[in-house]
């Protein structure tokens, strides 16, 4: 068992730059591939970036490339979500989740942090 809480989420304007964190509990973070999800208002949530357990894999959605880079630091069991030139449409509730292992599905989930992008 996991249990992950997020930070980071705010309100800024469009252009503007946050990091997205994530620390998880217990003593196993490196047994886990980590990710973030979003779910803007009237849509499905939707997949944003994964990073593997090593940090030697990360993939990034359409939506995030060139612009969002995950990370992660085993040392403070964090895993980080850099958001450059965020958009309006960036707006959502953005999810930490965990997987053990590298492959499956997400199975544990953050109660998610709030981003708010303005005009």
């Known amino acids: 068992q996991v249990q992950l809480v997020e930070s980071g989420g705010g309100l800024v304007q469009a252009g503007a730059s946050l990091r997205l964190s994530c620390t ?12 973030w999800f979003r779910q803007a208002p009237g ?6 970036a994964a990073i593997s357990r090593s ?3 990360r993939v990034h959605a359409d939506c995030a490339k ?3 880079t ?6 403070k069991n964090t895993v980080y979500l ?5 958009k309006v449409e960036d707006t959502a509730i953005y999810f930490c989740v965990a ?4 492959g499956g599905a997400f199975d544990y989930w953050g109660q998610g942090t709030q981003v708010t992008v303005s005009s």
């Open 24 to 35: 998880a509990s217990g003593r196993t973070f490196n047994t886990y591939s980590m990710g």
């Open 82 to 86: 850099q958001m450059n030139s965020l």
């Open 66 to 68: 060139g612009r969002f």
């Open 43 to 48: 849509k499905e949530r939707e997949f944003v």
């Open 99 to 102: 997987r053990y292992n590298d």
């Open 70 to 75: 995950i990370s992660r630091d085993g040392a």
């Open 55 to 57: 940090g030697s894999v």
